[in-house]
């Protein structure tokens, strides 16, 4: 899995870890072990960066794809570099991964795949994150294009979209967004790092093998469309 030092990855991890899987962790900063069984530093933003991960990693038959940055740029001083960095590592590294697993996975006869996406791919309430927000919906598409492909060959390719998590990714934002988007949650708080890991990990067990191409909001009533 990729993005698992820290955060929404590194729970995960431990999710995944406790079903009885062995995780082999991704991530361009350096990780303790941890919850993975073993892990792997690499930027996804470089194609042949990611073919060593395929490489090192071996045999995968479940993948989820949770790296992802973003930068807090206004939309008007956004710059080349920046968009095309972002597109790189949320979404192009997402492809990458996913192209070179998917025909493995279906020929064993079994896979799984799972995008981690984000609620501003849902209603781009994320003004201070728009190209994140918009790699974020192009993982969502991308997913339902693999659960078309790969689901014939019992391969399922879902999406997790979580809303305000407590993260090191949110712990930036100003207290004045944090208190309006509270107060746009029914829940009346964020999420935390395990609450979208267990999805993730219903997602790939046997109990959601029924389950493709589809989204789960993790998002404590803030988006219901």
């Not at 082999?24 to 303790?32: F, H, I, K, R």
């Not at 192009?92 to 501003?120: E, H, K, T």
Request: proline share 4%; with cysteine; hydrophobic share 45%.
């Amino acid at each position: 899995m990729t993005g698992s030092a820290r955060g929404i990855g590194r729970a995960i991890a431990g999710a995944l870890d406790e079903q009885g899987l062995e995780v082999v962790g991704v991530d361009v900063l350096e990780q303790a072990d941890g919850p993975c069984s073993s892990t792997i530093r690499a930027d996804l933003a470089d194609p042949v960066e990611c073919r060593r991960v395929l490489d090192e990693a071996g045999r995968v038959d479940v993948l989820v794809n949770n790296a992802a940055i973003v930068f807090r740029t206004a939309v008007e001083d956004f710059t080349v570099e920046e968009f095309d960095r972002t597109v790189a590592v949320n979404m192009r590294a997402v492809f990458l991964l996913s192209q070179a697993c998917a025909p493995a996975m279906a020929a064993r006869g079994w896979g799984r795949i799972v995008n981690v996406s984000s609620i501003g791919a849902r209603d781009g309430r994320l003004a201070h994150g728009t190209v994140y927000a918009a790699t974020k919906a192009g993982v969502t598409v991308m997913a339902r294009s693999f659960a078309r492909r790969y689901g014939p060959a019992g391969v399922t390719t879902n999406v997790v979209a979580p809303g305000g998590v407590e993260t090191e990714m949110v712990a930036g934002i100003e207290p004045e967004t944090r208190a309006q988007y509270l107060a746009d949650i029914p829940a009346g708080r964020f999420c935390a790092p395990e609450e979208v890991a267990a999805v993730v990990a219903f997602l790939v067990g046997e109990s959601a093998a029924f389950v493709n191409g589809a989204t789960l909001d993790v998002n404590g009533g803030w988006y219901t469309g």
